[in-house]
């Protein structure tokens, strides 16, 4: 087991979208394998993107508004936290990093201690379909952390109480060659004055800052927020607001084939871009963030 100051891995990353069929018609033809929709007891589904170094990404939306706003006035604040995302940004974004547990208890404890917890921790069940058509309970624990100079992004941990062994090695394929998330890409005008809160999230004091931003490492995944001048080096992105705070803005992935990638997307028509070594496809209805893919080394 890691000692609570090794660097966490990553998790999974949170994309509300609008509905589930326009984020599953988008992955399918990047060129992602998506899991079958899974719907959560407090109003909000999902269907997963699975990678084989553990990562996923979460595109979710809701399922029942009543339920969802019902779960927020009872302090759930994973649901409250998404509709303050929709509210101020629409339904297809990216809205939350999660980073692993082996404790959240202690993780809730270290963010409030800290001065920097998120709301009490959630605990919650699910059934969870297996691959081979049978169902069994699923059990999470979840501590929150947050920065009120930053409305539009929260972080957490996540601890599995109870979750069954499935073999997901189909979910884990896909057609795009993609095998995980190299890296995390937020932004904010002035990376290093969330350079703490970005360092209790992944527990690593260890930061690696330049001209165009910062970056804190992940165990397996790297964590990076630039300024407007590294969205433009690095993603060929021109930011022209005025905007504080933290926000989601793009992901890496590691991908096999870079030329195979390529004529995959230009076969389903999707524009790519290259900027540098990445292929970015730029955010579409089902898909909030820049999603950059560069080939592994």
Known sequence: MASPRSPRPLDHLVLPVEDL???????????????????????????????EDGTYLEPLAVAQRETCEQAARDGNVFVARDQAYRFRRGDNGFSALAVNAQDARADHRRFTELGMSGGDMFEFSRPMKLPDGSEQTASFRLAFTADLRSPDLIGFSVERVNVPFADRSALTAHDNGVTGIAEVVLSEPNPTDFQYFLQELACNREVDANSFGLTVALAGTDLTVYNKAGLEAHLGVVDETRE??????????????????????????????????????????????????????
């Open 244 to 297: 504080r705070g933290l926000l989601g803005r793009a992901l890496v992935f590691r991908v096999r084939d870079l030329q195979a990638l390529s004529g995959l997307l230009l076969d389903n028509d999707i524009a790519a871009r290259q900027v540098a070594d990445k292929l970015v496809v730029d955010p579409a209805p089902g898909q909030g963030a820049y999603y950059c893919f560069e080939e592994i080394r």
């Open 21 to 51: 069929e326009t984020a599953r018609a988008r992955h399918t033809r990047l060129g992602f394998t998506v899991a079958a929709d899974a719907r959560h007891p407090f109003g909000t589904e999902n269907a997963c993107v699975f990678f």
